[in-house]
């Protein structure tokens, strides 16, 4: 059983351009979460995806979003890049996005916006 | 409005002896608190659990406390080893859509 893998590892965008990060759940997990971890900060709740649909947001604005696909794959796509979308972006997956489950991470992308 | 709160940013204790890294949360409706251990350059790795009906879960080395009077829950890690050097992230969940709340996250050294 594979865990939860992102890619690319790191990344390097300019302001106001486009990025699309990727993250493959763990087989079998319906659910897929996506967080921002700011430098010296805990992970931040972006959106969560149950079965290609959007099941819940955090406090980000719309040029964040994202899809999720039947294979267990899924996407962050960020819009319109600000410096402060410099970050840690890490997609964590379970299985059904339940009460009381614990979300497994993957290793993250990192993302510098110059 | 941090609803998680680590307040202490950094703990270095002696290998072998016992490490208490505590947590503090402010909304009433979490019911579910994780802890999650990172390393450089690596996603948060599970570490333990523990639901709020309970006080008290403990897995290996690793025993999570929760006092829901005080909001506050603490990991213990007994004996600490120098592997455990690393950053402890405490988080929440209200069961709503499992959008986990996490702490700013302590950094535990674990000297030789």
């Known amino acids: 059983e594979t865990g939860v893998t992102q890619s690319p590892t790191h990344l390097i965008k300019t302001r106001g351009q486009q990025v699309t990060l990727r993250c493959s759940s763990q087989s079998g997990h319906n659910t897929v979460s996506w967080y921002q971890q700011a430098l010296g900060q805990g992970p931040q709740f972006i959106f969560q995806y149950y079965r290609e649909e959007e099941n819940g947001r955090g406090n980000f604005p719309p040029r964040f979003s994202g899809l999720q696909f039947p294979n267990y794959s899924s996407e962050l796509n960020v819009n319109a890049l600000e410096l402060d979308d410099s970050a840690l972006y890490l997609c964590?997956?379970?299985?059904?996005?339940?009460?009381?489950?614990?979300?497994?991470f993957g290793p993250g992308t990192r993302l510098l916006v110059l | 409005d941090q609803q998680v709160k680590q307040n202490s940013p950094s703990l270095s204790v002696q290998e072998g002896r016992i490490s208490i890294l505590n947590c503090d949360y402010t909304n009433s409706m979490f019911d579910y608190f994780l802890w999650y251990k990172k390393y450089p350059a690596e996603g948060p790795t599970f570490l333990i659990s523990i639901s709020s009906i309970k006080d008290k879960n403990e897995d290996g080395r690793f025993t999570v406390f929760l006092n829901k009077s005080a909001k506050h829950l603490s990991l213990h890690i007994v004996p600490s080893q120098p592997g455990d050097s690393a950053v402890y992230f405490c988080a929440a969940d209200s069961g709503a859509n499992s959008k986990l709340t996490f702490g700013k996250g302590i950094t535990l050294s674990v000297r030789p």
């Open positions: 964590a997956s379970s299985p059904t996005g339940g009460w009381q489950e614990t979300q497994y």
